[in-house]
């Protein structure tokens, strides 16, 4: 009997899983591992929003290989000594996983392979499962990789992508590995009340529905910040728990202008992970800097707090902030802005922003999340890194019946239409009813001190 381990990482499925799908080719029994390894918990990838939405991944993904007759294996402690535990326990010859991108990723690796080595235990590592074209695949002459989106997009195009595997229908684990009790969702603490339901099945049910009706009208309607017109399948992605290159070929067989606008979105995500895995230190450095200095934090305490919380008087920018906190999550126009609100009109280091939106966010990933920062901020791959977008042209533009900024700040509920957007041009007697801040900058200044601060004026 031969056996193999398959150890899942950000890949948190069974359908369209090469690493899964090779390993029960090579294997008459596979034992389907997930580690919670402390360097998750060192590295702040596991906030409580996502870590209940990962508890949701890991009590799925049992629950469907039960299903096919096998079983999750979970076990606690430093990826190396747990997967070569399993090895050594069940007799395996060979570990699959995917290939992961950041740092933490390739350390990881490094020490498995370095681990399984001694023992004699091969490690197969799989591209192209997080992301739909491996970062590397492509690249510009001269060059490791794409540092602007639209060549990259162009060459991504045309790459020939894998038909999306099935999921098993079998899964055999052998008796005797040991694991640990499934964690259970209620038992975390300090979770966003808005938070979605995590997991495989929930993430291929929304991609149905979302392929039915929303997609078609993508194009149209994924700025509108009231309509909520996006497919809010970021966390599966994050945790893999859909398969990019499922997602992409799915689209494209749909058609249509609403579905290449969609492929042309999940393509900014490869586009964010060959950058970061050419450039590892872009998830702390500035990419490309501008040589900022930043204001001191303890200067702009005040502002910080009031842009964490969603009190900035800038309505459009609260409302943000507000459903980040609730929902865990946020929808892509108004990451823009309240990211530019931040690094540039109130010209604090996107570092701080990047870091709150890491405590919250439930798809909040080193690469995408860091990535975007820096492209917000001009230090990253934007080719108009010096543009300041004005919130309140914004909020005009996405949101012109002010049913976004209503939703979220519920003191300004009573005020119709797009006078919700700048409270500070009510009635005297009309601000008086309401208990809303006073805006914490002045658009202009805050205009001037950043222009100045990058020798633009
Ligand atoms: P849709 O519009 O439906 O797009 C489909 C998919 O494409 C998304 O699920 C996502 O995987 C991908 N995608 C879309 N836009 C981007 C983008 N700009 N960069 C990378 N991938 C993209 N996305 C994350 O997944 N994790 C993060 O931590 C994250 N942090 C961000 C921080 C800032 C400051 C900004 C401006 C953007 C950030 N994004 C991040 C990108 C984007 O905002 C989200 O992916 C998107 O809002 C998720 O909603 P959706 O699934 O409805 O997107």
């Known amino acids: 009997m031969t056996v193999a381990v398959v150890l899942f990482t950000s890949d948190l499925r069974l359908h369209d899983h090469p690493p899964l799908h090779a390993a029960l080719k090579a294997a008459d029994e596979v034992v389907p591992l997930f580690v919670l390894d402390p360097g998750i918990h060192a590295a702040g990838f596991d906030a409580p929003n996502r870590r209940a939405f990962l508890v949701d991944c890991l009590n799925d993904l049992d629950a469907s290989l039960r299903r096919r007759g096998g079983r999750l294996v979970i076990r606690d402690g430093p990826v190396p000594r747990e997967v070569r535990a399993v090895a050594a326990e069940c007799g395996a010859t060979e570990v699959h996983m995917a290939a992961g991108v950041t740092a933490y990723a390739h350390r990881r690796e490094e020490r498995l392979r370095e681990a399984l080595g001694g023992d004699g235990v091969a490690l197969r590592v799989h591209e192209a499962v997080i992301t739909a074209v491996a970062p590397g695949a492509v690249t510009p002459a001269g060059s490791d990789h794409f540092a602007v989106f639209s060549p990259y997009f162009r060459r991504w195009s045309q790459e020939s992508l894998r038909e999306p595997l099935a999921a098993p229908r079998t899964v055999r684990v052998p ?225 012109p019946d002010g049913i976004y900024v209503r939703r979220w700040v519920p003191e300004l509920g009573d005020v119709d239409g797009r006078r919700v957007h700048e409270p500070w041009r009510l009635t005297a007697k009309e601000r008086s009813a309401l208990d809303y801040p006073e805006p914490v900058v002045d658009l202009a200044e805050g205009l001037a001190r950043f222009r100045h601060a990058r020798g633009r004026d």
């Open 175 to 399: 008796d005797g590995v040991r694991g640990e009790p499934l964690p259970d969702r209620a038992k975390v603490p300090g979770v966003s009340p808005g938070l979605p339901t995590g997991g495989e099945s929930a993430g291929r049910d929304l991609f149905s529905r979302w392929s039915r009706s929303g997609l078609a009208l993508y194009e149209d309607r994924h700025d509108d910040l009231a309509g909520d017109g996006t497919s809010r399948l970021s966390p599966y992605l994050h945790f893999g728990a859909l398969s990019p290159v499922e997602l992409v070929q799915r689209s494209r067989t749909h058609g249509g202008p609403g579905a290449e606008a969609f492929v042309r979105q999940v393509c900014w995500r490869d586009f964010h992970h060959q950058v970061l895995a050419a450039r590892p230190g872009a998830s702390t450095e500035d990419y490309r800097t501008r040589h900022d200095r930043w204001r001191d934090e303890e200067e702009a305490a005040e502002d910080i707090a009031a842009w964490r919380e969603g009190r900035t008087g800038y309505p459009v920018v609260d409302a943000a902030m507000r459903q980040l906190r609730h929902e865990g999550w946020m929808h892509n126009r108004a990451r823009l802005l309240v990211a530019s609100f931040l690094t540039k009109t109130l010209y604090v280091d996107w570092r701080i922003g990047a870091r709150h939106f890491l405590d919250l966010l439930v798809d909040g990933d080193i690469v995408n999340n860091q990535m975007n920062w820096q492209w917000v901020a001009g230090t990253g791959t934007d080719t108009r890194p010096h543009r300041v977008l004005n919130p309140l042209v914004q909020a005009r533009r996405f949101d």
